[in-house]
């Protein structure tokens, strides 16, 4: 073939790019029959992938209102377009109305997705050829680089960069999500650490209550995103003990509309949080593990998680899709002498779990009559970490099937503040006595420069110096000082 004619050629195949159309109108009509089919389309497609325009835009558009936590649908959808001006270009609310003409249902939005997928690589292909060839006849770069260059765009060579996200990918990930506000972060793993019998099964129900009714958790922290499914897998309970649990919180009628999936040691040994059924029933699902080192090999009281795959595990159920993974975790019996909570002290053997997590929060029940939990929230990797606070089990669960809260945050100190016995008799831990005085040592300071700071002033001032002092304890501080 000649020159000119593979010219000619080239012509002929910019007329006639590869897409799929139908494809591509499948995907956006799946997204608005069901929502939740936008985070399996996004797995695979970006905007771009898009070959109209008009799809492009309308892509575009779906991503910003589910980031926007924006119901969507042919109203809400066709408003959003309208702001941005791009309605008409779009083909306006008739053509939007017939991109669910046809679809059943229950659509497979990720094989529609590949279609689009595919095409979108073909056309970069396609690009890419006709650029080497340009710069061929051009004279630009030497054959040698050129034959460099298609060799590791086709993958023949060290195809780096494939390996790694693009600007474009950035530009369009999801925002910073929370299930609850400003305390359970969507897309990693929370972990609730505390002794045996403070209450962190009943805690993390009381979580599971919020994602599946909607309903304030212990009253007080906003629930912005509901569950559209609960797995919770609690190999140190049989049936019986946990019926009876799921009954005090309310949770039975989640069973029946399988909304709540539950396997407890009735059902067989601990699963591997590996076997494929575990990670299938984990996509889209808020997956809830108790306690987490049941499904780890070894000794629980070793540093090493990499011996028993823990971390590992929690990375495999984000990967399969889950929401979030929250697991509680025991804490050593030393603990019930401390008058801190660390993420050390609170996490027995954290090694690379304590590592990995979103979030951790550290729980000690201060009162067993009243089943009153002190929460201290010891590790959050992307939040502002919510001020100590404490629960009420008695009567709450009782009456209303949930802890409520007993002390707001902001207005509820440390826990060497609120449970004070145990400074008495040489029972805190010198490192804390040393820190307390250090503490009173720099308020002391900063009055003597200005006495009429308030306690929020004060503070911050101390986490300006990576230190955690609630304006609660800035009080008790200033009264201890007599000021």
């Not at 559209?228 to 019986?240: A, D, M, N, Q």
Request: contains cysteine; charged residues 25%.
């Amino acid at each position: 073939m000649t020159y000119a004619a593979e010219m000619s050629g080239n012509a002929e195949i910019e007329r006639r790019l590869p897409y799929n159309a139908d494809a591509e109108r499948s995907v956006l009509g799946a997204v608005l029959l069901d929502n939740d089919a936008l985070p399996a389309a996004r797995q695979i497609l970006i905007p771009s992938d898009c070959f109209l325009d008009q799809h492009r835009h309308i892509f575009e558009r779906l991503i910003e209102m589910a980031d926007a936590r924006q119901a969507i649908n042919l109203v809400t959808l066709s408003e959003c377009l309208d702001q941005h001006g791009e309605l008409e270009s779009a083909g306006g609310p008739a053509y939007l109305s017939q991109l669910m003409d046809g679809l059943p249902r229950a659509t497979n939005v990720e094989h529609y997705a590949r279609i689009v997928k595919e095409k979108s690589t073909l056309r970069q292909v396609i690009a890419l050829a006709n650029a080497i060839q340009d710069r061929a006849f051009d004279g630009e770069i030497d054959s040698a680089k050129l034959i460099e260059i298609a060799a590791l765009k086709n993958g023949l060579g060290d195809s780096w960069r494939t390996m790694f996200h693009t600007a474009e990918d950035f530009k369009n990930a999801p925002a910073l999500r929370f299930a609850i506000d400003g305390f359970l972060q969507l897309d990693g793993a929370t972990l609730f650490g505390g002794l045996a019998g403070h209450g962190k099964t009943f805690v993390m129900l009381s979580v599971v209550k919020a994602l599946l009714s909607g309903e304030k958790l212990f009253g007080h922290f906003k629930v912005c995103e509901m569950a559209v499914r609960v797995v919770y897998l609690i190999p140190e309970s049989t049936i019986g003990p946990f019926g009876y649990r799921l009954k005090l919180f309310g949770l039975e009628p989640y069973l029946e509309n399988e909304r709540l999936l539950v396997r407890t040691l009735s059902a067989g040994v601990t699963p591997c949080l590996s076997d494929p059924r575990i990670l299938s029933a984990a996509k889209y699902s808020d997956v809830f593990l108790d306690t987490a080192v049941r499904f780890s090999e070894g000794d629980e009281n070793s540093a090493s998680d990499n011996q028993r795959g823990l971390a590992t595990d929690i990375f495999a159920l984000l990967g399969a899709g889950a929401r979030c993974v929250v697991g509680a975790h025991h804490s050593a019996k030393t603990f019930g002498k401390e008058s801190v909570i660390s993420l050390e002290n609170v996490l027995r053997g954290s090694g690379d779990v304590g590592a990995m997590v979103t979030t951790c929060y550290g729980l000690k029940q201060i009162d067993a009559m009243q089943n009153v939990i002190h929460v201290e929230c010891v590790k959050s990797r992307d939040f502002q970490p919510v001020e100590p606070f404490q629960i009420l089990g008695r009567p709450c669960i009782d009456e209303q099937g949930s802890f409520q809260i007993h002390k707001e945050p902001g207005r509820c100190g440390r826990l060497a503040d609120e449970q004070p016995e145990v400074n008495r008799g040489g029972g805190a831990p010198e490192a804390a006595r040393e820190a307390r005085a250090a503490n009173l040592a720099l308020l002391r300071g900063w009055l003597a420069e200005d006495a009429n700071q308030t306690s929020e002033e004060l503070s911050r001032r101390f986490k300006s110096e990576a230190i955690q002092v609630s304006p609660v304890t800035v009080r008790k501080y200033k009264q201890e000082l007599h000021i």
